[in-house]
């Protein structure tokens, strides 16, 4: 159920009928979705085989690609809606993937685990590194390149001079709107430049 919530509340950030790009798109669920629900048109982009496979069997458009080589393929303003849904964080430079999706998208949508929620605070107070439902590897084996908070995203965000128009936090399913650098698991932003 929560997992259907959270994304339902990304989905309603693109508007119906949009065309879409789906950076690091994973099993093609999210565009899936907002194929059917949303009269979405667009990719998927996706490096890893099997889940190039999942999209393929869901009818999600799909394109093998290594998003650390840049987004080239694509000419300004392609898309409507460029989505990052847990992308950033496993990106070597996540500044200039930000950029190009502001070049290729007249607006994005970014969403990652946000470090700053208060159990992974209290667990660094306490000498460890966080493992949670939304950073569910030990340090020493994840996949995630880098960490960040909602707060730590407008920096980025202003510096690569994009407009926050929405962002807020998800918990267990649920938006959070009040406080998301502390009660939310996960951070949302939809940006336009």
């Known amino acids: 159920m929560a997992e259907s919530q959270a994304l339902e509340s990304i989905a309603r950030l693109v508007p119906p009928g949009s065309r879409v790009l789906d950076l690091g798109c994973g099993d093609g669920a999210l565009m899936a979705h907002l194929q059917s629900a949303r009269g979405c048109t667009g990719y998927g982009v996706e490096i890893d085989d099997a889940k190039v ?11 093998q690609l290594n998003l650390e080589d840049g ?10 809606v460029v989505l990052q849904i847990d992308t950033l964080q496993h990106l070597r430079n996540a500044e200039t993937m930000l950029r190009e999706t502001a070049r290729v998208g007249r607006s994005g949508v970014v969403a990652f685990p946000n470090f ?4 992974n605070r209290l667990a660094v107070l306490l000498g460890r590194m966080p493992v949670t439902k939304r950073l569910p590897y030990q340090w020493y084996d994840t ?12 920096v980025l965000a202003r510096s690569c001079g994009l407009s926050i128009t929405d962002s807020f936090g998800l918990h267990e399913g649920q938006e959070v709107r009040s406080w998301p650098n502390l009660l939310a698991s996960t951070a949302v932003f939809k940006f336009s430049n």
């Open 53 to 63: 496979l999942a999209c393929l069997k869901r009818g999600v458009s799909v394109l």
């Open 143 to 154: 996949p995630n390149i880098r960490v960040g908070t909602h707060a730590d995203f407008e």
């Open 116 to 119: 700053a929620h208060w159990p």
């Open 71 to 80: 987004l080239a393929v694509f000419e300004d303003e392609s898309f409507d």
